[in-house]
Structures are given as structure tokens and as C-alpha cells.
């Protein structure tokens, strides 16, 4: 089956407009917030506090200031209701580039009880602008989220790549003399 020149350039160019609103929504999706940290904090007779650590970046991208959120649920009714849960714990922090925050939510002043399983989940407005970042009770191994900012993980990184091929895609074809 042959395709015309302008029927090949026509549905060549349809595709890219929809990857681009497609990656237009996902750089939208990726402007709210990024989930940094979302793990089980288990407490024992052990535990004295839980403690949420973030290091900021030295700069930060297209801000000046960078906002991070700590929401913790119980973790059974988190997994029974994801998001829709209530939380245990709310707390939040606006800071300046090159900041560090250490909280630490101690079992006995704190909704936190000795035993139990929490779900914390710790959101800010851009992962490039973080460093390293965790939530964990003190007696636990800690294994926090590092990031490297890897291109693959950029909002568009995909719809360049598909962008791409189509491009290579095209330009091999018309090449080639094909239509």
C-alpha cells in the first residue's frame, strides 16, 4: 500500500501536534508537585521520634523559594483508601536554596504511637530543587530518596524522544524517495 507525499507529511505532522499537547499536559501534571518520598515508617517500643530530613538544593529552578509538604496516615487506612484517608500528620516548610530541615515528631508529644505503621509521603513543588530527603523513625535503617536529575526522568524527556523518531522516521523515508 502507497501513501501520497502530502498524506505521509499530513499524518506525520497530526502526530506530533498530539504528542506536544500530550507532553504540554504532562509538563501541567509536573508543575503541581513532585512526591519525593512516599514509604512505610514503622514505630517500635524503641522509637523515640520520627524524623523528616530534606537538604535543599543550592539553587533552585524557576523560584525562588521551594514549599515541601509531610503528610502521614495510618498505613492500613491508607492502603485502604489511599489519599482519601485522614491524615495523622500534617506539616509543611518554606525555605530558600541551599536550606536543610530536620523535624522530629517525638512519640509522646505527637500523634505517632510506639507499634505502629504510618505512611508518610513528602511532597515538594520541584524534585530539582532537593538534594536528598527522608522520613523515618530513629530506630530505622534509614532509605531515603537521593536525586541525580537524570534526563529520562524531565517532564517532555518522552514526547522528545517520540518527536525525534518520527523526525528520523521521516526524513529516512523521503530519503529513500519513498512517499
Known amino acids: 500500500m502507497e501513501f501520497s507525499k502530502s498524506y ?3 499524518v506525520v505532522t497530526a502526530l506530533v501536534l498530539v504528542t506536544i499537547s500530550v507532553a504540554g499536559f504532562a509538563g501541567v501534571a509536573a508543575a503541581q508537585n513532585d512526591e519525593i518520598e512516599n ?11 520520627v524524623e523528616a530530613d530534606i537538604v535543599f ?11 515541601a509538604e509531610l503528610t502521614v496516615y495510618d498505613a492500613s487506612e491508607f492502603n ?15 525555605v530558600d536554596p541551599n536550606a536543610t530541615v530536620t523535624d ?21 513543588g520541584n524534585e530539582n530543587n532537593v538534594d536528598s530527603a527522608y522520613v523515618a523513625a530513629d530506630d530505622e ?14 517532564p517532555g524527556f ?11 522516521a521521516l526524513a529516512t523515508r523521503l530519503r529513500a524517495g519513498g512517499a
Open 141 to 154: 535503617s534509614i532509605g531515603g530518596g537521593w536525586f541525580d536529575g537524570g534526563l529520562d526522568g524531565s
Open 8 to 10: 505521509t507529511v499530513a
Open 104 to 124: 522530629q515528631y517525638n512519640l509522646n508529644s505527637t500523634v505517632f504511637s510506639s507499634g505502629s505503621e504510618y505512611r508518610a509521603i513528602l511532597t515538594v
Open 57 to 67: 538544593a543550592n539553587s533552585f529552578e524557576n523560584t525562588s523559594s521551594e514549599t
Open 158 to 168: 518522552g514526547a522528545f524522544a517520540a518527536i525525534s523518531a518520527i523526525g528520523v
Open 80 to 94: 485502604q483508601s489511599g489519599a482519601s484517608a485522614t491524615p495523622v500528620l500534617e506539616d509543611s516548610w518554606t
Open 39 to 49: 514509604r512505610t515508617v514503622e514505630t517500635s517500643n524503641e522509637t523515640e521520634y
